[in-house]
């Protein structure tokens, strides 16, 4: 007994050492800022809304749909209708904030690309990193002067660049706001004479890829809105028929909330494979 043990033992011993050989590769950690509520509060500042976090957004939208429930069954006396209503309530702010996040972003590269001329001709000029993008808030396209404004403000109440810089990432949250910010940053810390060709480059870049994404976007837009309004109608042909007592009586009923439910699934699954298909590669904060 005791010296199967100890054979066990010298196996165990040899065989850790032999593992040792091997390395184990250590899976890279996921991206900083790329989870769910960093993306939702991203959109936010994108969609306009200043001062509201994704927690707090999260946090209202189940408060209305709370509201939603009780709302429609005293109206219907229906759990399972009442139920729908207050998905779709629920649902209904993300895709508000997102339309205007799509929206915003689409409008924004257009403009980039004249915001990146304008800090390399700044900085042909002679001009200061700091005070070509000052001059932004003065000069620069209108979608993005509010932002370089409040960069001006921070720059001289405290006078650090770096830090100015990152406030104005987090109210930007646009990934070509990012690329531009590292390149200034680092032109700043360490110097470098490749400042403008990679600004020129950057700025030939972004006006390709503009003109592509419109055309693509152009194109399937009629698609997107078809299956929209597709998704759109059974529900309200449901909301028609909730004005019915009879029709709420059989949607009470087990057999009614399976057909809801049923419909609810197909409903959400052909709509999620449509943008799965259709959606166009959106650009990730990977430098946040």
Avoid at 62 to 74: C, H, I, R, T
Avoid at 196 to 217: M, Q
Wanted: net charge positive.
């Amino acid at each position: 007994m005791a010296g199967a043990f100890w054979g066990l033992l010298l196996g165990l011993g040899l065989a850790s050492i032999w593992w040792s050989f091997w390395p184990r590769e250590v899976a890279p950690a996921p991206a900083a800022g790329q989870n769910r509520l960093d993306r939702l509060g991203d959109e936010i500042v994108l969609a306009g809304i200043r001062g509201l976090g994704p927690r707090t957004f999260l946090g209202s939208t189940v408060v209305v749909a709370l509201l939603v429930l009780l709302l429609a069954y005293a109206l219907t006396r229906v759990w399972s209708v009442s139920l729908c209503f207050a998905v779709m309530a629920a649902w209904a702010p993300f895709a508000v904030v997102r339309g205007r996040a799509r929206s915003r972003r689409s409008t924004l590269r257009e403009v980039w690309p004249d915001v990146v001329d304008h800090v390399h001709s700044a900085v042909r000029a002679g001009l200061a990193l700091p005070e070509a993008l000052v001059q932004l808030g003065e000069r620069g396209p209108e979608e993005l002067r509010p932002q370089f404004l409040e960069f001006g403000h921070d720059y001289r109440a405290t006078g650090r660049f770096s830090e100015s810089l990152d406030r104005l990432k987090e109210r930007l949250s646009d990934p070509v706001a990012d690329r531009l910010v590292e390149a200034l940053r680092l032109a700043r810390d360490v110097g470098g004479t490749d400042l403008g060709r990679v600004l020129r480059a950057l700025s030939s870049f972004l006006r390709e890829d503009a003109r592509a994404r419109a055309e693509l976007e152009a194109r399937q837009s009629w698609t997107v809105n078809a299956a929209r309004m597709a998704m759109a109608a059974p529900w309200a042909v449901l909301l028609l028929l909730a004005t019915r007592g009879s029709t709420l009586e059989a949607y009470g009923t087990p057999a009614g909330a399976v057909v809801l439910a049923v419909g609810a699934g197909a409903s959400v699954l052909a709509y999620r494979l449509m943008l799965t298909i259709g959606r166009l590669p959106q650009e990730q904060r990977v430098l946040r």
